[in-house]
């Protein structure tokens, strides 16, 4: 895709959701690791139900570290996978008092080491805690990149690089979160709304289904 309609892409994007940000509630690096566990496979709604309890009576690590598995699952059993997630995130605070000092790591390198940490989690929160420029691919962020033409890849890792080359990097974190809004307000996976996207234009998924209806 051509510089010039990327920079048109973004520009666009950045019309619709100006006030575009993270939309798990937080208010340290430790909180928002903890909730990006939880939205795995979880809508940031249910993630946000649940942490707000959760965050009033075990605010810190140091609170999590009195919790035991089960005292755990029965705080976050509305959300999917939560005994995994449990299990996890217990074990990486304990690993997080024993070898970060209780604090959250601001590496990529480092926040892998931890139960239940993948590429995704890591990059949400380098972005979003530390400011560090990543792009985090979620379910939205390949299903939008791809559909528009941004990348053109059928998995998360390439996806992720095609986006790094064609995407100016202080604009990262942005992106990331306008194709999460968008994927989530008008992009969505089943019966986008194109007639109404403002960036249909440009969109290779929106051009193939115009050529498609003309052929037949």
Same mark, same amino acid.
């Given at each position: 895709m051509e510089k010039k309609i990327v920079n048109n892409i973004i520009d666009e994007l950045k019309k619709l959701y100006p006030d575009v940000k993270c939309e798990l509630n937080y208010k340290t690096p430790f909180q928002l690791l903890i909730s990006t566990i939880l939205s795995a496979q979880t809508t940031?709604?249910?993630?946000?139900? !649940?942490?707000?309890?959760?965050?009033? +009576?075990?605010?810190?690590?140091?609170?999590? @570290?009195?919790?035991?598995?089960?005292? $755990?699952?029965?705080y976050i059993k509305k959300i999917g996978l939560y005994r995994n997630k449990s299990k996890n995130i217990v074990a990486l605070c304990t690993k997080l008092k024993e070898d970060f000092n209780g604090s959250v790591p601001n590496s990529y390198e480092d926040l892998i080491t931890l139960p239940g940490v993948g590429r995704k989690t890591a990059n949400v929160v380098l972005a979003n805690a530390f400011n560090v420029p990543t792009i985090a691919v979620d379910t939205h962020?390949?299903?939008?990149?791809?559909?528009?033409?941004?990348?053109?890849?059928?998995? !998360?890792?390439?996806?992720?690089?095609? +986006?790094q080359k064609i995407i100016p990097k202080? @604009?990262?974190?942005?992106?990331?979160? $306008?194709?999460?809004?968008?994927?989530?307000?008008?992009?969505?996976?089943?019966?986008?709304?194109?007639?109404?996207?403002?960036?249909?234009k440009y969109c290779v998924y929106y051009k193939d289904n115009i050529n498609n209806s003309i052929d037949k």
């Open positions: 940031d709604k249910k993630v946000n139900e !649940v942490t707000k309890d959760l965050f009033l +009576l075990y605010p810190s690590i140091e609170e999590f @570290l009195n919790l035991s598995q089960l005292e $755990l699952q029965e962020v390949f299903r939008v990149s791809n559909r528009i033409g941004l990348a053109s890849s059928k998995n !998360v890792l390439n996806t992720e690089k095609q +986006l202080d @604009l990262w974190i942005l992106m990331h979160h $306008l194709l999460i809004f968008h994927g989530r307000r008008c992009c969505t996976a089943r019966n986008p709304k194109c007639n109404l996207c403002p960036i249909s």
